[in-house]
């Protein structure tokens, strides 16, 4: 369980966190998402104890991050952005390091470095130094070391940013089988809007320090204007007067000179159904016919561009 | 083991995995070296005893000790590894102290490696073992200032070419608080108690003493105060600063 009450952070004029509020359940993996510089950084790095807020208050499993941060950090696993560690370091030394950090030693130790090798597949380059891998392999390294403990609370800043599609495939399934089946808490912070609708069950959406938005993935593409729009690919351009007659269309967006069309359905209204009667009444040749769930990056651009503004 | 006991394990461990500690005791043992024979006179003096050798640790130091302080923070943060230690379940205390008594105990290491000069002083003569001991003591204790010191500095920026700088002028000022041309200076127009306040700041006065043999509470005390007040505004300075 995670609280957060209030949370205000300033440096100097700016302020980076102003006043937010909200909670995180055990069994949620929650998307914490925000343009650059809405801060999401700094919220996370005052929830792991690196920065002390300038007002409110957060806990972590009970724990209080301003008066009981020691204990609050035993419970975290922490990826901080761009996974820093230390370069000089071999990769098996690096993780004994923190294992012992963590309070475990002997056999114990081994165990639970083998394992977190094991989780991100690091058994090729255990005894590289890091400062010799590439940014995957760092990456999965700085993972490895949140891990290692088999935390409560896994705090994960940007974790999938600058890899590769197999990179980010690959850390997203272990997010995953992290948090399938426990009752542990996952943040991750993103701007990679498709990364919430893979892993997370939960989203929570800021801007200039404020809370703008929070719901599942599922809601927040409801609140998407094109959510329930009907995306039709015809082979020939059509008179889209009937479409816009059809009852619930809000608007017919053309592209490819009217060789693809979004109908844009009114909030609340089915209209796969009507769209497609009417194309097999005008006798259209559809390529391709589908229905939209809504597009998150649409709803974060609407409710955050207007924060900028 | 305790998180001091695995953040010093840690620390000492990183000093080998580079060529700074190797280029370290090289530097080190060939200066004190140099220093002894030659500018020292330590042959021609006639005398058994490591005076020669002892008299200029406070300024050898004063350039190697910053060189070894300046990465103890200073490389955290520019590295922001800082993040992931701060982070991590480990006191303030046991960070500070944890870093501080590995390049302290580095230090101790080099200073050991010295131990051919004592086996020529004892070939040579009979020399005051007893005194030769709490000179050893004393220039350890004189390096723990230093980089108390210079743990204090590096902490205060993320450039280490700065903490370098910051710290052997820092240094240079409690070396200079005794050198006679100081003292000399204040003592024309300021009252005899500043002039001794000011001199019992030093470090030449405090280690010339214990190099001669002579081993005193207040002087060990002083070392000790010395170093805790600076490792204290060292975890003082992490807070304010860690996050710049």
């Known amino acids: 369980m995670i609280s957060i009450n209030s949370l205000t952070k300033r440096f ?53 991050v301003q008066t009981q941060i020691l204990q609050a950090q035993q419970q975290m696993g922490y990826l901080p952005e761009g996974a820093p560690c230390y370069g000089d370091m071999r990769v098996k030394g690096f993780l004994e390091f923190i294992a012992s950090v963590r309070g475990f030693s002997g056999a114990e130790k081994h165990k639970r470095v083998a394992r977190a090798v094991e ?71 993103t701007h990679i809007l498709e990364e919430v609708s893979a892993v997370c069950s939960r989203a929570v959406i800021i801007g200039r320090g404020r809370l703008l938005a929070d719901g599942t993935p599922e809601e927040l593409e409801a609140r998407s204007r094109y959510h329930q729009a009907v995306t039709l690919s015809l082979s020939h351009s059509v008179d889209t007067q009937a479409l816009q007659q059809l009852p619930g ?22 209209i796969f159904p009507a769209v497609g009667q009417l194309a097999r009444e005008q006798q259209w040749q559809v390529a391709e016919l589908s229905v939209e769930r809504g597009r998150l990056d649409d709803v974060f651009r609407g409710l955050t561009s207007g924060e900028a503004a | ?56 640790h406070s300024w050898l130091y004063l350039f190697l000790v910053p060189a070894l302080a300046m990465r103890l923070w200073a490389e955290e943060r520019k590295s922001g590894t800082i993040e992931l230690l701060m982070t991590l379940p480990v006191s303030r205390t046991d960070m500070v102290l944890g870093k501080f008594i590995a390049a302290w105990v580095f230090v101790g290491i080099a200073l050991l490696l010295t131990f051919p000069i004592v086996i020529t002083v004892n070939y040579l003569g009979n020399p005051d073992n007893g005194a030769i001991f709490t000179g050893y ?7 723990g200032g230093y980089l108390a010191i210079g743990s204090c500095m590096s902490a205060a920026t993320k450039n280490q070419v700065i903490a370098f700088i910051l710290s052997v002028v820092v240094c240079f000022i409690f070396i200079a608080a005794g050198i006679p041309m100081v003292l000399d200076f204040f003592s024309t127009w300021a009252p005899q108690w500043l002039v001794d306040a000011i001199a019992s700041f030093s470090f030449q006065v405090r280690f010339s003493a214990l190099s001669h043999g002579v081993l005193e509470l207040r002087d060990l005390l002083y070392f000790f105060s010395l170093m805790a007040g600076w490792l204290f505004a060292t975890a003082i300075v992490i807070d304010l600063k860690k996050a710049d």
């Open chain 1, 249 to 270: 269309v809000l608007a017919v967006e053309s592209l490819h000179d009217g060789q693809q069309l979004t109908v844009l359905a009114k909030p609340g209204e089915v």
């Open chain 2, 137 to 143: 003591i004393g220039s350890w204790l004189l390096a």
């Open chain 2, 1 to 56: 083991m305790s998180n001091l006991g695995v953040i010093f394990k840690r620390e000492l461990g990183s000093y080998f995995a580079t060529p700074l500690a190797y280029i370290f005791i090289v530097i080190f043992l060939v200066l004190s070296a140099l220093f002894t024979f030659d500018l020292g006179g330590f042959y021609t003096a006639g005398q058994a005893d490591l005076n020669a050798f002892f008299s200029f």
């Open chain 1, 119 to 189: 989780q991100v597949e690091l058994q090729s380059v255990l005894g590289q130094r890091i400062e010799t891998l590439s940014k995957g392999f760092k990456r999965r390294v700085g993972l490895a070391q949140a891990i290692l403990h088999d935390p409560q609370v896994l705090i994960l800043d940007e974790p999938t940013d600058g890899l590769d599609p197999n990179q980010k495939h690959h850390v997203r399934h272990l997010i995953q089988q992290l948090a399938e089946g426990s009752n542990k808490i996952v943040v991750i912070s």
């Open chain 1, 12 to 64: 100097g004029e700016h302020v980076a966190v102003d006043n937010l509020s909200f909670d995180v359940k055990p069994g949620e993996v929650l998307g914490f998402l925000g343009p650059n510089g809405a801060g999401k950084s700094t919220t996370m790095k005052m929830l792991t104890g690196f920065l002390t807020p300038d007002g409110g208050s957060a806990s972590v499993c009970g724990f209080d």
